[in-house]
């Protein structure tokens, strides 16, 4: 069973501050998604990885999936209250089913 | 609307009372996935359907759970006798075709079992 393991699970940050969080495996993906959930609604799709050490940008968030395609990160620059959300990295391992890491918590105050 | 819509959004359940949760997929969308939200986690994966045919339950914590796609665009996800353990969020998801396109969620039906 591929598990992906997500950290730090909460972090609260001041408007403004830089962060980054962690998805990591111990098994390799052909490609890995990143969602952004807020209260009361399903995950939203933000960016998919494929290819070993891609690295892509959407405004101030940048993805970026590792070499041996077993982890990735997502860097948030100068993060505002607009952020705040649960991020959720996960893999569509086969064609039945979508893997999801346990999320990290995000909470901006401004 | 061109979204996944779920209904009901909030359900209370008396424990031992059956329920059923309702999923319009984005229409001409192929694929169908349920999941399983608990409080301050990520989705687990329940079932997947593939137009009609269920393809994988293997997340279907217990018999209690059924799910069905009679005609491979509505779904409905059944849980007979529920119990409090029940309490969580449950996600439908749709999407185009399979490996390799986005899977669109709808908001979810909260369900609180009492």
């Known amino acids: 069973t591929q598990l992906l393991e997500q950290s730090p699970q909460f972090l609260s940050i001041q408007e403004g501050e830089n962060l980054t969080v962690y998805c990591n495996s111990s098994?390799?993906?052909?490609?890995l998604q990143w969602y952004r959930q807020e209260p009361g609604e399903g995950p939203v799709l933000l960016v998919t990885?494929?290819?070993?050490?891609e690295v892509k940008k959407l405004k101030r968030l940048t993805f970026q999936f590792g070499d041996a395609r077993k982890d990735s990160s997502l860097h948030i620059t100068a993060a505002q209250p607009g952020d705040t959300g649960l991020y959720l990295c996960?893999?569509?391992?086969?064609?039945?089913?979508?893997?999801f890491g346990s999320g990290t918590r995000l909470s901006i105050r401004p | 609307g061109a979204g996944v819509s779920q209904s009901p959004r909030y359900k209370v359940a008396k424990r031992g009372q059956d329920v059923a949760l309702r999923c319009d997929p984005i229409?001409?969308?192929?694929?169908l996935f349920w999941y399983q939200q608990a409080l301050g986690q990520g989705p687990e994966f329940l079932t997947y359907?593939?137009?009609?045919?269920?393809?994988?339950k293997s997340g279907l914590p217990s018999d209690r759970f059924f799910a069905e796609r009679p005609e491979g665009s509505v779904s409905t996800l059944k849980i007979q006798r529920t119990q409090q353990e029940d309490s969580a969020v449950y996600l439908c998801?749709?999407?185009?075709?399979?490996?390799?396109?986005?899977?669109?969620f709808g908001q979810g039906t909260r369900l609180t079992v009492v």
């Open positions: 996960a893999s569509r391992s086969s064609a039945s089913k979508i893997i």
């Open positions: 098994s390799v993906f052909s490609s």
């Open positions: 990885v494929v290819t070993g050490g």
């Open positions: 229409s001409g969308h192929v694929s």
């Open positions: 359907f593939q137009n009609e045919a269920q393809l994988d």
């Open positions: 998801a749709s999407s185009f075709g399979t490996v390799g396109t986005e899977a669109f």
